[in-house]
């Protein structure tokens, strides 16, 4: 079967910025555009199909629902993962994403929860996000909100490009400032604002802050989820696996010259290039890449050749 490459849904935000066209070459719509969503099923945004010719102008959650032979057998109702690009100009507010079963309950039917991981795309220097909390108990927690003790509360990290980190439903999270990130996640829309910084959009208002909600479903206390991250070396090319939990696997395919990647023909993977440009051959298929590009490798696709000098970050649910 072929590669299904998609195209990207861009949203406005008030910490959105220009680089996803700068950096990306992306048709953004404004200098204002903080997110790319460039797999997408999710009601919010989805992501189109620019080929094949045959599935060309597709929506991907129709593509999901009429051709399940490109997914597999046993699939989830809906498509379970979105892929994002964003560009923090500016700090995104502090927030955090509760689990399924909450979600369900208090968004509706159908609305996942959120699980995520960041890859660093690019850093300004002395960048950092917010990761995690330092109370000890909600009580401390609450009283630490409450008084709006944010530097006391919030913990914060310096972070640099080729960074991964794990950011698991429940955990107190921000991207800073200068930050270009690789988001894998459920496909679910729901954030809960605990701080934005007294902002105001462009109306003058500030935005919805959800403190019960955030203080419900923050863990607490907070700990770094544990990354066991795999290299397998070939050459001067490389497979990283960042982890694996109950909804994604993520990996970095690093080609430099040439790589073989084998893959699990159980399972489609999603795919973007994160840097630089080359070839993929793929069923004896041969498709040109470029900065940017998201695509879907479809079930029962054994392996890949790349070819060039190209990062590339893919996820399988």
């Known amino acids: 079967m072929d590669l299904i ?3 990207a849904v861009f949203k406005e935000k ?3 910025g220009n680089k996803l066209r700068e950096e990306f070459n992306l048709d953004t719509p404004s200098e204002k555009t903080g997110e790319a969503w460039l797999i997408s099923a999710h009601g919010n945004g989805v992501s189109q199909v620019i080929s094949p010719k045959a599935y060309k102008g597709m929506k991907l959650d129709e593509l ?13 109702d809906t498509f379970p993962l979105l892929i994002k690009l964003l560009d923090a100009s500016d700090n995104l507010s ?4 509760p689990d399924d079963e909450y979600a369900r309950i208090h ?9 995520e991981c ?10 950092e996000i917010v990761y995690g909390h330092t109370a000890k108990s909600k009580e401390e927690f609450v009283e630490l909100i409450e008084d709006g003790e944010w530097d006391k509360l919030l913990r914060r990290v310096k972070v640099k490009k080729g960074d991964f980190f794990d950011v698991p ?4 999270h921000a991207i800073g400032k200068g930050i270009v990130i690789l988001e894998t996640q459920q496909s679910s829309d729901t ?4 701080y934005d910084y007294d902002r105001v959009d462009k109306y003058g208002k500030k935005r919805e802050l959800h403190i019960q909600d955030s203080i419900n479903v923050s863990k607490i206390p907070h700990s770094d989820p544990k990354l066991e991250i795999e290299e397998m070396i070939s050459d001067k090319s490389k497979i990283v696996k960042y982890l694996k939990n109950e909804f994604f696997s993520v990996y970095k395919y690093l080609c430099d010259g040439q790589l073989k990647v084998f893959l699990d023909d159980n399972t489609y993977y999603l795919m973007t290039v994160v840097e630089g440009e080359g070839e993929i051959y793929a069923d004896g298929k041969k498709y040109n890449l470029n900065l940017g590009d998201s695509f879907i490798v479809p079930i029962g696709v054994k392996n890949l050749e790349l070819k060039g000098n190209l990062e590339i970050i893919a996820s399988r649910p």
Do not use: M, P
């Open 118 to 127: 960041w890859y660093i795309v690019s850093a300004d220097e002395g960048a």
């Open 14 to 16: 008030i910490w959105g």
């Open 107 to 115: 968004e509706g039917k159908g609305e996942r929860g959120k699980t």
């Open 191 to 194: 954030t809960y604002r605990v």
């Open 169 to 172: 439903y429940g955990t107190i």
């Open 5 to 7: 490459f998609l195209k």
């Open 94 to 97: 502090v927030q955090v994403h």
């Open 64 to 76: 999901y629902q009429k051709h399940r032979e490109i997914f597999g057998e046993n699939l989830e």
